[in-house]
């Protein structure tokens, strides 16, 4: 599989997490979600989950299982995280390593198809999604508006990059896009 393959996500929202619906889940037939966490779930600096995320999870509780998995390695910052949403979780995750994705999906005794890795990053999240054959949701980072800059350099260089590989993420920012990864 190319590069430009493996950074396509195969459902870009146009939106923040919240606007990943239970409906969008049962069209692609996703019985569990693995969820990157900063800037994915909460703004960078928070260590706390808002009243909107928590009822959320409560919404797709019923639908998916629900996993984190996340690069940072604060377990005081993750684990207080994931404990006030009564999610586990996976610390360290090195995406775009897939060790800890399909170890989330194991627990969820789910097959890797069935299970979404949903994240704000092309190059940890969508790559190791992709990379372990699981459908791939790219969300808009959760920034906080009161200490947000106007730009994030790093997910712009990746998004810069990506499209010179290849990779299509603006002007198709709808739900229910789907690209065929067949191998």
Do not use: C
Not at 32 to 54: F, I
Not at 65 to 71: K, Q
Not at 99 to 104: F, G, H, P, S, T
């Amino acid at each position: 599989m190319s590069w430009a393959l493996n950074l396509q996500p195969d459902l870009v929202l146009g939106g923040p997490i919240l606007s990943l619906t239970q409906d969008i889940l049962q069209q692609y037939q996703l019985k569990g979600l693995v969820l990157d966490v900063d800037e994915t779930l909460v703004p960078l600096k928070s260590s706390q989950a808002s009243a909107e995320l928590m009822e959320w999870v409560e919404q797709i509780r019923p639908v998916a299982s629900i996993w984190l998995v996340s690069n940072n390695l604060s377990e005081n910052r993750i684990g207080t995280i994931a404990k006030s949403l009564n999610l586990p979780y996976m610390l360290g995750a090195v995406k775009p390593s897939r060790r800890k994705l399909k170890k989330a999906a194991e627990a969820m005794n789910l097959p890797v198809e069935h299970v979404a890795m949903v994240g704000d990053r092309l190059f940890t999240d969508v790559l190791a999604g992709n990379r372990l054959g699981m459908f791939t949701i790219l969300v808009e980072p959760m920034v906080d508006a009161a200490v947000t800059v106007a730009s994030h350099p790093i997910r712009d260089f990746e998004v810069w990059l990506s499209q010179v590989l290849g990779v299509s993420i603006h002007g198709k920012q709808q739900n229910f896009i789907k690209h065929d990864k067949s191998r």
